[in-house]
């Protein structure tokens, strides 16, 4: 999966533990808002677990004591090379490392490896199974900006071998959750000749929520080692199929067509598609020639 940092350098850094009570509730990318006793019964506890590491790796500041309590278990990509941090509320230097989930390549969050041995420390880009517990959150002035990144303690991670062999390469990606269907693409200009690739697919929703589809999120272009940026954004591009829906959430049982654009590097090669899982586990490739 492509990898994205944003954060940089942390420089002074400072340790906040939870405080306050948080006014807001975190909901799956896309899914329109539910109370908490219907997000708890609809969703899987592995899926709410990646919805509140997401939702809370943007807005630590608003965890509070019941916010991701208890041993976490979860998969990550590791984002960085270990660091070696320093805190004014703690002695010493603390081993970190910016990991990040599969749902959320722009936001990292930081693992405290100082209950780990150091031979076991993994290396970047490893994708890994953590064991842990969220402190509270780390923060920092970046660039007059402050930068707050979620603080996890880790108490044992696995290096993951993940599966590249026998992956299906198919128009259709069924999950529980969901079934996408890729009908046709087509080539398209933006008004300043930049090429596009229009996706057109069909999303059912087979949740107990309204939802959008999973495919900005779980699904990467890419073409020629470049991975592809993605829009849904058609206010400059003319011809695209005006039944199809570009954000507008599907009710649950529900089948809609979507599109997707995807900004081009070139129009000679192939895109390649691959959709992975909150588990980093590529569950489809499909070829996708420019046409």
């Known amino acids: 999966m492509k990898k994205k940092w944003l954060i940089g350098l942390m420089l002074t ?30 969703r899987s506890e592995k899926e709410q677990l990646y919805i509140d590491l997401s939702y809370y790796g943007k807005n630590p500041d608003i965890m509070n004591s019941t916010s991701l309590n208890g041993t976490l278990d979860f998969v990550a990509r590791v984002g960085g090379e270990v660091e070696k941090l320093t805190f004014d509320e703690k002695p010493g230097e603390q081993p970190y490392v910016p990991v990040l989930l599969a749902r959320d390549l722009d936001t990292p969050l930081y693992l405290n490896l100082s209950k780990l041995k150091e031979e076991s420390y993994p290396a970047v880009g490893d994708v890994i199974e953590i064991k842990g517990e969220v402190l509270g959150y780390i923060y920092s002035t970046y660039e007059n900006e402050r930068i707050n990144v979620l603080d996890i303690e880790a108490k044992e991670i696995k290096t993951l071998v993940m599966e590249t062999e026998n992956i299906p390469a198919s128009d259709t990606i069924e999950t529980e959750n969901y079934k996408v269907v890729i009908k046709e693409t087509e080539l398209l200009y933006d008004s300043f000749e930049n090429p596009k690739l229009v996706v057109y697919y069909t999303y059912k929703n087979k949740t107990e929520l309204s939802s959008l589809p999973p495919v900005s999120t779980f699904f990467d272009f ?11 954004m058609s206010s400059m591009i003319d011809g695209i199929d005006g039944n199809a829906l570009s954000s507008d959430s599907t009710e649950p049982g529900d089948e809609m067509l979507y599109f997707i654009i995807v900004s081009l590097e070139n129009i000679d090669d192939p895109v390649s598609l691959e959709v992975y899982t909150d588990e980093y586990q590529c569950i489809n490739t499909l070829e996708m020639p420019i046409s």
């Open 13 to 42: 850094l400072s340790v906040a533990t939870f405080s306050g009570c948080s006014t807001g509730k975190p909901q799956e990318e896309g899914s329109t808002k539910t109370s908490e006793k219907t997000s708890e019964v609809s």
């Open 222 to 232: 890419i073409q020629k080692d470049v991975w592809l940026e993605t829009s849904i």
